[in-house]
């Protein structure tokens, strides 16, 4: 049918809706649509370049918040040699470590690290005779690394560094974790995940989209304006390297964002197009009109998702910070691609575009995607008929989904985000188990104008109070080690005898005061208190024991430390700024939803719609990643039964705004209709029927984006993934589908009442926001309508 439609007439004759901006643009870029083509493969060409370029300027780290008390203490504890060390190698030998040969070598290999380019400080067990630095069989010992400059500094030093040690250790066994190795181990994995998400997501959106089109040439436009998108997106986010921090996941996370962002604008348009096509109507009017309707509603999405990501900017999080102009950034290109270069390429295919159809004979005469669906039209049309049923089964679902987000536990990064067998993890897991004192129970408090000398008496009773608190092993200060407020005797013992153990058998501590700084530190007034916890540093005890620690009177002013002191404050800052984001978003929602309808509830019951989404999808997340279910689909991960607190946040905030994005493009054809008919149960029905299946294509289309996200060895990465994954399949079938047309129907003629002073002019209410063939051919019917909706017709479905 569509082969039969004439060839359009010359550019000049292209007919723009007069007064519309949008439809104007269309017509501008139908016109230079041969230059702009050619700029967008210019930029897909020269993205490429730019971003294999950025390969060491990603940013890493960002997961603590700035500018807290922790922070500060941390900033301190640098001084002093307490701070958590940027990486740490663990160094095995056959031999006790303080035999001479590894006693030599271990020396030497110091040395080595301490000269190296990029590091500011090393120390180990063999410069400073620290036991907390030895292993509980005594063949182990630790070298402690203070890296310079930022976090991607750190991480890009360590891969030069690692190598450098396992090469000068020969005979050693060496292990390097920390949080540099970390960050670069996770880089990598990045990387190699995208080249992979690429791989899985393409050809599985081919597929969803040909059989949605039911044309190879209509379903490769999605493709190239999705690749133009995410390759012009990763350009800018490589160029802002050179003046901001950007992090590295937000390589993954914007490539899938803005190819499914992309990839369903383009779905939206290109599905009005055809429609117009299929009315008779010119091929490039059809391009005006379908950018005049369904790319206005993609402008006021893209706007909508924006302004939700903007919320993210209230958490001092550098991480967040990164990921939301990220983001933001990605969804702007994605639209701006849609706006510009679809219609340019749509000029091109003109009436060629259902060519190509390889399933022409197993449709049967099934409709294509955004054509009238006669099951979603019955769906829409149950809810409609039955909408407190309908609407109270869809909640009541959506409430079980979200269920196990009540008991959600939160935590901060660390090697758990990688694979078991990736050398950070397995070396952080062989320290816990191998030292009577893993590093990372150690909380130094440090009091900075103690002296060690005229203030022991005041530092030796401090000791004693804090040694006597729960969930404190022993307290390691410059007077001595203390255990349940006693001091305890320290033993020097043999180098072949394991540190832990008395000569006679019996157990015994034997941790001896850690010695004092380096003489390459320079000497510095203050007091350090190895506070060393009997629990991980990421457990709610030892979150406890940094509360009791910081308002436990101290002879003098005093910091907490540690990483268990930058988690406590991390959560704090988090829970005091998401009243802020959470306004941000929620106002920004309702202010561009009310630009866009012009009505008052439906904003209202959008950004209920959006929540309701936003919990289940939350729930999907406690439920997989923190309660370690659906291993087999999802992929392996490791799991303490607690999640990290910022990529739940980020993905509520790209979920919700998802879910706006679906509602303007539902709400846009819903209007559309009411203008024409007046008739709010109708509108609503056809609504549901012509874009039901347009939005189960575009979910599937995000769901199989995020899939690639899902199979990434990075758990971060996964988490987003399948956060977002469920958001869209939920909000597109049991949202979209059954709970909006029954509160919509519930509701009635309250839907489109807008303030009179809100109202546009009647001369300007008669078509011209929401061009279409219909209306046009039949413009008596829209004042009609308006009659009708100022009236509150709600007449039944026919």
């Not at 702007?332 to 390429?345: E, N």
């Not at 009541?396 to 067998?421: C, G, N, Q």
């Not at 008052?600 to 999808?617: N, R």
Request: with cysteine.
């Amino acid at each position: 049918m569509l082969d039969t439609i004439p060839v359009p007439p010359p550019e000049h004759e292209t007919p723009d809706p007069p007064g519309d901006p949008l439809g104007r643009l269309a017509g501008l870029c139908v016109r230079h649509r041969r230059p702009l083509l050619a700029g967008a493969l210019i930029v897909l060409l020269l993205a490429t370049v730019v971003v294999a370029g950025a390969k060491d300027r990603w940013s890493n780290g960002g997961f603590t918040a700035t500018g807290t008390r922790a922070a500060e203490a941390e900033r301190v504890a640098a001084r002093y040699g307490a701070d958590a060390a940027d990486l740490v190698f663990y160094i095995r030998a056959d031999k006790p470590v303080d035999d001479a040969e590894v006693a030599e070598a271990g020396r030497r290999i110091t040395a080595l690290v301490a000269g190296r380019p990029g590091v500011d400080a090393a120390q180990s067990y063999w410069t400073t005779n620290s036991p907390l630095l030895r292993s509980r069989d005594g063949k182990g010992a630790l070298i402690r690394v203070d890296l310079a400059g930022s976090e991607r500094d750190g991480a890009v030093a360590s891969r030069a560094l690692v190598p450098a040690v396992r090469k000068a250790a020969a005979g050693l066994r060496v292990d390097a974790t920390g949080p540099a190795w970390l960050n670069a181990q996770a880089t990598d994995e990045s990387e190699r995940d995208l080249e992979r998400g690429e791989l899985l997501a393409a050809p599985l959106t081919m597929i969803i989209l040909l059989l949605a089109f039911g044309s190879l040439t209509a379903a490769a436009i999605p493709l190239a304006i999705g690749a133009v998108s995410v390759a012009g997106a990763l350009a800018v986010l490589a160029t802002l390297t050179l003046t901001m921090p950007i992090t590295v996941f937000a390589i993954n996370i914007c490539a899938a964002l803005g190819f499914a962002l992309s990839v369903d604008y383009a779905l939206f348009i290109v599905t009005r197009y055809r429609e117009e096509l299929s009315r008779g109507v010119e091929s490039r009017r059809a391009i005006v009109l379908s950018m005049a309707t369904a790319g206005r509603a993609v402008l006021f999405s893209a706007a909508t998702v924006a302004l939700c990501l903007s919320a993210l900017f209230v958490f001092p999080l550098e991480l967040l910070r990164s990921l939301a102009w990220a983001s933001i950034l990605v969804v702007g290109i994605s639209s701006l691609t849609s706006l510009l270069v679809l219609p340019a390429l749509l000029a091109v295919l003109g009436p060629r575009l259902d060519r190509l159809d390889p399933f022409r004979r197993l449709r049967r005469g099934r409709g294509r995607a955004g054509g009238g669906s006669p099951a979603w039209r019955r769906i829409a049309t149950l809810a409609t008929a039955r909408p407190i049923l309908c609407g109270g089964i869809a909640a009541a679902l959506l409430l079980v989904l979200a269920l196990p987000f009540l008991h959600a536990r939160f935590t901060t990064i660390d090697e758990k985000i990688l694979p078991t067998s990736s050398e950070p993890h397995r070396a952080a897991e062989l320290l816990r188990g191998d030292f009577v004192d893993p590093p990372e129970r150690i909380i130094p408090v440090i009091l900075p104008r103690a002296n060690a000398a005229t203030d022991a008496p005041a530092i030796d009773a401090y000791a004693r109070r804090l040694s006597a608190l729960p969930h404190v092993a022993h307290v390691i200060a410059d007077t001595g080690d203390y255990r349940a407020g006693l001091p305890v005797r320290t033993t020097e013992l043999p180098a072949s005898q394991p540190a832990g153990a008395a000569a006679d058998g019996t157990t015994s501590v034997v941790v001896r005061p850690a010695a004092p700084p380096e003489p390459t530190r320079p000497a510095v007034v203050g007091s350090v208190l190895r506070v060393v916890g009997t629990d991980d540093s990421q457990s709610p005890d030892t979150v406890a024991l940094v509360h009791r620690l910081r308002t436990l009177p101290a002879p003098q002013p005093h910091l907490v430390a540690g990483k268990a002191a930058e988690l406590t404050d991390t959560k704090h800052t988090l829970r005091e700024a998401l009243p802020y984001g959470a306004a941000i978003m929620l106002v920004g929602t309702l202010v561009m939803l009310f630009l866009f309808t012009r009505s008052v509830l439906v904003p209202i019951k959008a950004v209920v719609m959006g929540l309701l989404s936003m919990t289940a999808s939350l729930g999907a997340i406690v439920y997989v990643f923190q309660d370690g279910h659906l291993r087999w689909l999802v992929g392996d991960f490791t799991t303490d039964g607690t999640l990290e607190t910022t990529m739940p946040l980020l993905t509520l905030a790209i979920a919700f705004g998802i879910s706006v994005d679906y509602e303007v493009f539902l709400l846009a054809r819903i209007k559309e209709e009411f203008v024409r008919t007046g008739d709010n149960t109708r509108s609503i029905v056809f609504g549901i029927e012509h874009t039901g299946r347009l939005f189960t294509a575009a979910a599937l289309i995000v769901a199989a984006t995020m899939v690639a996200l899902t199979m990434s060895h990075v758990t971060l990465l996964k988490t987003v993934g399948v956060g977002l994954a469920v958001a869209v399949v939920v909000d597109a079938t049991v949202v979209r589908g059954v709970l909006v047309p029954a509160l919509m129907r519930l509701t009635g003629r309250a839907n489109w009442w807008a303030p009179s002073w809100s109202l546009p002019r009647r001369p300007r209410d008669t078509g011209a926001k929401l061009p279409d063939a219909r209306t046009e051919a039949h413009p008596e019917l829209v004042g009609q309508a308006a009659d009708s909706a100022a009236d509150g017709a709600d007449r039944p479905a026919g």
